[in-house]
């Protein structure tokens, strides 16, 4: 599990460099993207804390997330020009501070619909930027990279409603939202695999996504036995590394 996460805080890393390097299209659509998986990284994080799921590696997950967000947005901020996109990366820092300043404070699960709330206004956000990038682009990959990278956050809001329900915070509406999760994320799946002009190794890495994935449907099927959150946890963040390859990929066959 730990080798897992330091290799794709590694790719976080590398893409993150590459970014700033050349500064095109596919790469901004990464970057913004990766903004709304973080902000579902972030309450996970703090909740598995709260749940005694790992909390070391827990807090290592929080620490870096917050750090990858705050890069991010710097990251972004040469390579948005648009008067448009200016305003949404505007957007994405002004709900950014205040889940910064909730999930930096005492973890209790009667602020966790609060940090969750605050996350959830990241995640808007952050996909407002992440959607007007792809529409600006001018490479035909950027509705791909902008398509796996929302898996990536899929697999991480996934894994969080799971945490937040086993904590006590369940309503009506995170019960809709696995169902339709589930939905979007098989849906989205089966039209990159079935994308004509996919790479040899987009198709291994599409195929070992969706071993993966119904792997991970799998075992939240067994909802409610506390000794499947670790199992949900590490399923999650194999998801979201494979998911992020993917990405990678479509964001190397940009021109």
Do not use: C
Request: proline share 2%; hydrophobic share 50%.
């Amino acid at each position: 599990m730990l080798r897992t996460m330091l290799r794709f805080l590694a790719l976080l890393l590398l893409g993150s460099a590459a970014a700033l390097a050349q500064g095109s299209d596919a790469q901004a659509i990464n970057l913004a993207g990766q903004q709304r998986m973080l902000s579902q990284r972030i309450v996970k994080s703090w909740v598995q804390i709260g749940l005694n799921v790992q909390p070391a590696i827990s807090k290592r997950q929080l620490d870096e997330s917050i750090r990858r967000f705050e890069q991010n947005l710097r990251v972004l901020e040469p390579m948005v020009n648009s008067p448009e996109a200016r305003v949404a990366l505007g957007g994405v820092h002004l709900a950014w501070a205040p889940l910064l300043t909730a999930v930096r404070g005492v973890i209790r699960q009667s602020d966790a619909a609060l940090v969750d709330a605050r996350a959830e206004d990241v995640l808007m956000a952050a996909d407002r930027l992440t959607r007007i990038l792809q529409d600006q682009a001018t490479v035909a990959t950027g509705r791909w990279v902008n398509l796996a990278g929302r898996q990536r956050m899929l697999s991480q809001r996934l894994v969080k409603i799971y945490m937040l329900r086993q904590w006590g915070a369940d309503s009506a509406r995170l019960r809709d939202d696995l169902e339709s999760i589930q939905n979007e994320f098989s849906g989205a799946l089966a039209s990159m695999q079935q994308r004509a002009g996919n790479s040899e190794a987009l198709a291994e890495e599409l195929d070992k996504l969706a071993l993966q994935w119904e792997w991970l449907r799998t075992a939240l099927a067994t909802e409610g036995a506390e000794s499947f959150r670790l199992i949900l946890a590490e399923g999650g963040d194999a998801v979201l590394e494979l998911a992020d390859e993917v990405t990678r990929l479509y964001e190397k066959s940009a021109p």
